[in-house]
Structure formats: structure tokens, C-alpha cells
């Protein structure tokens, strides 16, 4: 009898034990630290400032990345020009196109940080929860039409192997419909998020906990 009732509460003991364990992890905010690296916040430019609270304004919350940048106002400004350059200044490449090559790419490098941002923007986008999902899972098994199919086959090749890119790789690209000028914006969108994969991975940039819930 004292067995039993010793072996319940050192169940019992467990159990509390671990929705303590529990508590204590969902306290901890994902994205505290936003990076690995002790970077003291630099002074940010008018525009920057204004920039900032833009974002506030307009998503409710500043992204991550941008307060990792943050540090050194010129890199900060030069990484949100770039940015807002490929991502939404006019192009025959569609937003939603866009962002499924971010997420295409960042699904070949692992990135966590653009794999949780860019996959909230395919859902929110396209409208479709799954077609965001199966990107950054497998953009292969996506029921995609031929163009978007061949602009993420070019740019996954582009990621995993760059010298091997030829004039039938282009070629295939202005078969589905894209001009040079479209293929510039393909190239141009691979490398920046290559480039972005590889510093987020670096210093352990975490995503704003707010972009898992989005477009569910």
C-alpha cells in the first residue's frame, strides 16, 4: 500500500514537474534574443525612425530582421532599399511570385528565420495555407503551374548549384513566359535571399513569434 501511494505521488511529482518545465519554456519569448551576437543599437536616421513606425503602423510590429540591422544605420538602410527594391517595387515577377522564391530558397538552406517570414507571406498572398506549407516543405510536390514551377527549379538550382547554370536554364524560363528582364529579377531575388539565409543563420536571427499564426 505505501508502495503504491509513494509511486502515485512521485507520478504526481512528474507531472507537476514538468508543466513547471512547460511554463517556464512558453515564458521565454522565441525571439529573446532577437540574434546571438551583443550588438549595442546604434542611432537610426530620420528616415529609418520613419521607417520603423511605418512598419508598426502598417503590420502592427517592427520586423525582426530590421531591429537586427539596426545597429548600423547605413547597413539598416541599405538592406531595407534592396528589400523593398526586389520585393515590391514593380516587376513582371507578381508579389506571391516573389515570395515563393524566398521561401524556395530558404527551404534549401534551412533558414529559419525567412522559411517562418516568407511562408507567412505565401499563405497571406496566394490565400492558400497549404500552398505556403508545401514550399517550404518541397516546392516539387506544390501543384504550381508551368511558370512558377520553372522559376523555382531555377532558382533552387541557382542555390544548390551555381556553376552549372547554362543558356538552356534560361531558356526554359522564356519558354514558360519570362522575359530577361523577368530572369534578372529571378536571379537578383535568389541571391539577396541567399545572402539573408546565410547572415540569419549565422547569428541565430529569430522570426517575430507573431508570423506562425498568420493566414492559418
Request: charge should be positive; glycine fraction near 6%; charged fraction near 25%.
Amino acid at each position: 500500500m505505501a508502495g503504491t501511494v509513494a509511486k502515485a505521488a512521485g507520478k504526481k511529482a512528474d507531472k507537476n514537474t514538468g508543466k513547471k518545465a512547460a511554463a517556464k519554456t512558453a515564458a521565454v519569448a522565441d525571439d529573446d534574443p532577437i540574434i546571438a551576437l551583443k550588438l549595442p543599437a546604434g542611432d537610426l536616421s530620420t528616415a529609418m525612425t520613419a521607417y520603423f513606425q511605418k512598419c508598426q503602423d502598417k503590420l502592427g510590429f517592427i520586423p525582426n530582421v530590421l531591429v537586427a540591422y539596426a545597429f548600423d544605420n547605413a547597413k539598416l538602410e541599405a538592406f531595407a532599399a534592396m528589400y523593398n527594391d526586389l520585393m515590391l517595387a514593380p516587376s513582371g515577377l507578381s508579389k506571391l511570385e516573389r515570395e515563393m522564391i524566398a521561401v524556395a530558397v530558404s527551404a534549401q538552406n534551412r533558414c529559419y528565420y525567412c522559411l517562418t517570414a516568407h511562408g507567412a507571406a505565401v499563405r497571406q498572398y496566394s490565400g492558400n495555407p497549404l500552398l505556403g506549407e508545401q514550399i517550404v516543405m518541397n516546392h516539387r510536390v506544390a501543384r504550381l503551374d508551368k511558370r512558377q514551377r520553372a522559376m523555382l527549379d531555377f532558382a533552387v538550382k541557382l542555390t544548390n548549384t551555381p556553376a552549372e547554370i547554362e543558356e538552356p536554364d534560361r531558356d526554359n524560363l522564356r519558354r514558360v513566359g519570362f522575359s530577361d528582364r523577368d530572369i534578372w529579377d529571378i536571379a537578383a531575388i535568389t541571391g539577396f535571399f541567399n545572402m539573408s539565409n546565410r547572415v540569419a543563420s549565422a547569428t541565430d536571427m529569430r522570426p517575430n513569434p507573431v508570423y506562425h499564426g498568420q493566414a492559418r
